[in-house]
C-alpha cells in the first residue's frame, strides 16, 4: 500500500534554543490519531502561529513540528458518523498547530470534537480570512454587545490594524456601533476608516494618565488585543457599567490598575479564550460571522500567500508589522 504524502512547514530545533523552518514532505501515517483526516485547503496567520514557527515553548514544547492553529478543508476519512467523507469543515483552536500537526500542513488529523462544519453563508477560503483571530473578534463582538447597545457610545478597538483588532473594528462598525481604532501605524487611517472606524488614536494618545486610578469616561465599550498601558488607561476611561475584553498581550502581559474603574463604575472587564471555548458557543459564533454580521468588506481585509511565501509574513507579524490577515492557499 503506498502512503499518501503531502507538503508541510517544519520547525526543527537545530541546536539549543536555535530554530529552522522549512517547507518538507511529510507522509499522513506521521499525523497523530484522530477520528477525522482533513485535506486542508486554506490556512491563516495567526500571532501564536508566529510564536509556534520561531521556537516559543510557551506555544509548542515539541518540534519538530508543524505550525498552524488554524484550517478549512474537507474531510477525507472519517471514523465519527457527525463527518462524512467530502464534508466541508472548519478546525480553529483546541491544540490544533500547538502540539498538534497544524494547518501549515496539507492534510491534519484531529478527534471530531474539535471539528465545526463550516456554516453556510461562507466558503472555505473566507473561513480562513476569519480564522482564529475573526473567532476571537466574533467572541469578543458578542461578551460586548451583549451588555451594551451601540447607542449607549463610542467603543474603542485596539491593535487596530491587527487580525483580530481589524476584524473587531469591522464587526462594531457593521453592527452599528462607533468605533475608535487605536493604531500603531501612521499609514493606516484609509484602511481602518474602510473598515468602518469613525476615528484613529495613536498608542501614546491612549496611554495618558498613567499616574492617575480614573480618567474622564469616554468609552461604552473597549475591544483590547494588547493589554499593558493601553489596556489599562482604557479601563481607567470606560464609562458607567462598561465592557472591557481583553484577549492579547503583544503590548504587555502586565495590567498596572486599581479598583476604582470596578468598585466606582462598574467597569467589567471580560476575558477572552477562543482556545477553550465550549463547542456550543463556537459554533453560534461562527453562526454570526457566516450569517448577520459578515463584514462586507471581508476581502479587502486579507493577502493571499502560499507555504513559500509565509517566512516573510512570520517575521512581518513577530513585529507588531502587519495589516489586516494573510490567508494561506494549501491546495497548490
Ligand atoms: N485569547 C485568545 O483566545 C486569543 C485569540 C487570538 C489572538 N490572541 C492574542 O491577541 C493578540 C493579537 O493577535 P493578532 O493575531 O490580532 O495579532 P496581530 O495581527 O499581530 O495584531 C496585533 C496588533 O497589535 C498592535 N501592536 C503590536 N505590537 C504592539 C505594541 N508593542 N504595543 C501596542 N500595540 C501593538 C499592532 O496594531 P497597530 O499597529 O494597529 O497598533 C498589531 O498589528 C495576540 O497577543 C494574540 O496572542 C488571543
Known sequence: M?????????????????????ITTKTVDQLPDGEVLIKVCWSSLNYKDALSASGNRGVTKKYPHTPGIDASGVVEESRSDAFQPGDKVIVTSYDLGMNTSGGFGQYIRVPASWVVPLPAGLDLRESMIFGTAGFTAGMSVMALTDSVPADRGE???????????SLSVALLAGLGYSVTAVSGKKEAEPFLTGLGAKKIISRDDATVGQDRPL?????????????????????KATD???????????????????????ILRGVSLIGIDSQNCPMEHRRKVWQHLAGEWKPTQL???????????????????LGG????????????
Not at 480618567?215 to 479601563?235: Q, R
Request: a negative charge.
Open 2 to 22: 503506498t502512503v499518501k504524502t503531502y507538503t508541510a512547514m517544519v520547525v526543527e530545533e537545530m541546536e539549543k534554543n536555535h530554530f529552522s523552518r522549512s
Open 299 to 317: 476581502s479587502d481585509l486579507c493577502r493571499e500567500v502560499t507555504l513559500d511565501g509565509l517566512e516573510s509574513e512570520i517575521e512581518k507579524i
Open 321 to 332: 508589522g502587519q495589516t489586516g490577515r494573510v490567508v494561506v492557499r494549501m491546495d497548490t
Open 155 to 165: 467603543i474603542l478597538v485596539t491593535g487596530a490594524t491587527g487580525g483580530v483588532g
Open 240 to 262: 458607567l457599567r462598561g465592557i472591557v475584553t481583553c484577549c492579547g498581550n503583544v503590548a504587555s502581559p502586565d495590567l498596572p490598575l486599581t479598583v476604582f474603574p470596578f
Open 215 to 235: 480618567l474622564k469616561g469616554i468609552w461604552a465599550g473597549v475591544v483590547d488585543t494588547v493589554g499593558g498601558e493601553i489596556l489599562a488607561s482604557a479601563i
